[in-house]
């Protein structure tokens, strides 16, 4: 596949997660309009944070009266699963230290995982595809929330929180697909998230996950 | 007003950092096989995460509802190898099927 093809491969299926991308967006813009951050705020967090579960993090934190150092811990928490996930990415991209600082920024779960092409590095073209129609799906998305979100009403009642893990399910299967190695690291991801949820900060869990890579791996090697 | 600044500054900035680690300390450099095999296997293992925080909790407490089974009905529809927008929707119409009804 050529560079350009990458790109319009990931612009295409970016449009898919755009979708509850922005539904998303559009409730993120309702709670921060709710929670009284104004209009100005909500629209800030998203270009310049553009992290839907680090901005959820900062309004509930803030919402239920905590302090601003508390919501920045929840909030960091959160996002710590793009530490590694930024290594993975680390060989993929181009450039001088600043550009590479800067395309790092278009890293998101969706353009992550779908730029993962198993062995070798990630594909630099699909995930800055795939994270376009995202960003402008978030920042849209909380300017219609900020603004009209009272029009809209409760998404949850079409079940369109549904769409969002149904996507990342999505990406899972495809992994699960290539191999018994990827279904070990997932089982095992699964069980330790499911354990740490109900004692650890949120956030944590998802970074525990990734030691079921490390499992899955060291099963493979001792055999 | 200043605690929601303050938050989303602080965030941004620690945000981008995080996402800059891996790319700008490494830089384009090789890394060890041993590694990349790990790198490999967190897809797999991240995402499972992200599912199962979605849709089997809320703050500490697990859960199941209409949302957890929407999204069950969306996998098993797409393990069997249907569209992926028919299997989200069937998925959406699921869980709104259900809250009606209870």
Known sequence: MT????????????????????????????????????????IVASIIVFSGSAQFAIANVLGAGGSAAAAIVAAVLVNARFA???????????????????????????????????????????????????LVAWVGGTVVGVFAGDAIGDPDRLGLDVIFPAFFLWLLIEELRRGRQQVQAAAIAGAVALLLIPFTPPGVPIVASCVGALVALRGRSSR | MTAVWVSIGIVAVINFAIKASGPVLLGGRELPDELLRVIALLAPAILTALVVVDTLSDDH??????????????????????????????????????????
Request: net charge positive; charged share 15%; aromatic share 6%.
């Open chain 1, 84 to 134: 590694p996930m930024s290594v993975a990415l680390a060989s993929a991209l181009k450039g001088g230290r600043v550009r590479r600082a800067l395309e790092a920024q278009l890293n998101v779960d969706a353009s992550w995982a779908i730029a993962n092409r198993g062995d070798g590095p990630f594909d630099r073209e699909l995930m800055i595809g795939s994270t376009l129609p995202q």
């Open chain 2, 61 to 102: 407490h697990l859960k199941v509802d209409a949302q957890t089974v929407g999204v069950a009905v969306a996998g098993a529809t797409m393990a069997a190898r249907v569209p992926l927008l028919a299997a989200v929707g069937l998925g959406a119409a699921t869980a709104a099927v259900l809250r009606v009804i209870h």
């Open chain 1, 3 to 42: 560079r350009d093809d990458s790109f319009r491969d990931g612009i295409r299926i970016g449009i898919g997660f755009a979708l509850p991308g922005f539904v998303l967006a559009v409730s993120f813009g309702v709670l921060a309009r709710d929670l009284g951050w104004g209009v100005v705020a909500p």
